[in-house]
């Protein structure tokens, strides 16, 4: 069974850091893109990065490019996020997604229970 | 604001159909085939009903269908249930800057 589970979510500061992971187990992880999706509380879902299977590519939403920053170890089967210069827009609840193939550019078919993510003073 | 534009809320009685849609434009929706479609409880993580449009993954009911038509992505429920009542959210590939886009979702409630 495919499992995503998130951690390393928790209370912050603005203008501070955090690390989210994301351990997966129950497929060959280094055969899937990976990527990151939060949600707001009481709003919807938007896309934050995604990396493909080697790390070859790695893509941004405009909202966090240049304050975050995706990485992955295939040999851990571990996703990671990196969080700079948060923000309280930032606050949600982080999803870690499994992507379908080894492209970034194809749909997300398994997601995990998220981590949140609080900014605030 | 959402890139694609979804209705906030749908209801529907048990046994009927209902559709929602997701509209984007030729940058998202209308140019390329890469439309999914999740289903999210309150509380849970969303769960892939509907990809490339029109496909379902295994393990998906056959009550579930997708299309397209020109920007504009459909989603249809038929035979309504009530385990269906939860929040639906389109996804697109986009040729912007931000490659992924979602809509706002929609909640679906079975009368």
């Known amino acids: 069974e495919v499992q995503l589970v998130e951690s390393g979510g928790g209370l912050v500061q603005p203008g501070r850091s955090l690390r989210l992971s994301c351990a997966a187990s129950?497929?060959?992880?280094?055969?899937?893109?990976m990527h990151w999706v939060r949600q707001a509380p009481g709003k919807g879902l938007e896309w934050v990065s995604g990396?493909?299977?080697?790390?070859?590519?790695?893509d941004y939403a405009d909202s966090v490019r240049g304050r975050f920053t995706i990485s992955r170890d295939n040999a851990k089967n571990s996703l990671y996020l990196q969080m700079n210069n948060l923000r309280a827009e930032d606050t949600a609840l982080y999803y870690c997604?499994?992507?379908?193939?080894?492209?970034?550019?194809?749909?997300?078919?398994?997601w995990g229970k998220g981590t949140t993510v609080t900014v605030s003073s | 604001q959402s890139a694609l534009t979804q209705p906030a809320s749908v209801s529907g009685s048990p046994g009927q159909s209902i559709t929602i849609s997701c509209t984007g434009t030729?940058?998202?929706?209308?140019?390329?085939?890469?439309v999914s479609w999740y289903q999210q409880h309150p509380g849970k993580a969303p769960k892939l009903m509907i990809y490339?449009?029109?496909n379902r993954p295994s393990g998906v009911s056959n009550r579930f269908s997708g299309s397209k038509s020109g920007n504009t992505a459909s989603l249809t429920i038929s035979g309504l249930q009530a385990a269906d009542e939860a929040d639906y959210y389109c996804?697109?590939?986009?040729?912007?800057?931000?490659?992924?886009?979602f809509g706002g979702g929609t909640k679906l409630t079975v009368l």
């Open positions: 030729s940058s998202d929706v209308g140019g390329y085939n890469y």
């Open positions: 997604a499994k992507g379908s193939t080894t492209g970034l550019y194809y749909y997300m078919d398994v």
């Open positions: 490339d449009v029109t």
């Open positions: 129950g497929f060959t992880f280094d055969d899937y893109a």
């Open positions: 990396i493909s299977w080697n790390s070859g590519r790695k």
């Open positions: 996804s697109s590939y986009s040729s912007r800057t931000t490659p992924w886009v």
